[in-house]
């Protein structure tokens, strides 16, 4: 392969590992833990797990074996950055838990105002 075809072949690589690990992310670690999540992270994340893939699949084209140390460091670093992407949606999920409220738990009293109220009506007994 010509290094401008293998080059095309990354990019188009590391663009569908984007939109394949947002996809992911969302299913797995739920929507709402992401739309909570400081984007930051989330774009961090991703690109750092994108460009580990991407090199992972570099140096294993490079190579002649499949295992060798390169190869090992990508896979632990794609590892590494998983198990971040866990713990982040985790603290968020538990974020989300706290922030929502909603009043549906608490019950007021509420009374009309006086000039709206009707005045009680006695009976009268003819004597």
Not at 62 to 71: G, N
Not at 115 to 123: D, F
Request: some cysteine; glycine content about 4%.
């Amino acid at each position: 392969m010509t290094g401008k075809l293998l080059r095309f072949g990354y990019v188009c690589e590391f663009l569908l590992a984007m939109l394949a690990i947002f996809t992911a992310w969302s299913e797995i670690g739920g929507q709402a833990a992401l739309d909570v999540m400081h984007w930051g992270w989330k774009l961090g994340l991703a690109l750092a797990l994108s460009m580990a893939i991407v090199a992972l699949t570099a140096s294993l084209v490079a190579e002649d074996a499949w295992l060798t140390l390169r190869t090992a460091r990508w896979l632990a670093a794609i590892i590494a950055l998983l198990a971040a992407m866990s713990t982040v949606t985790y603290y968020y999920s538990l974020e989300e838990d706290n922030s929502d409220t909603d009043d549906t738990s608490t019950i007021s009293l509420q009374e009309s105002p006086k000039c709206l109220q009707y005045p009680k009506v006695q009976s009268i007994r003819a004597s």
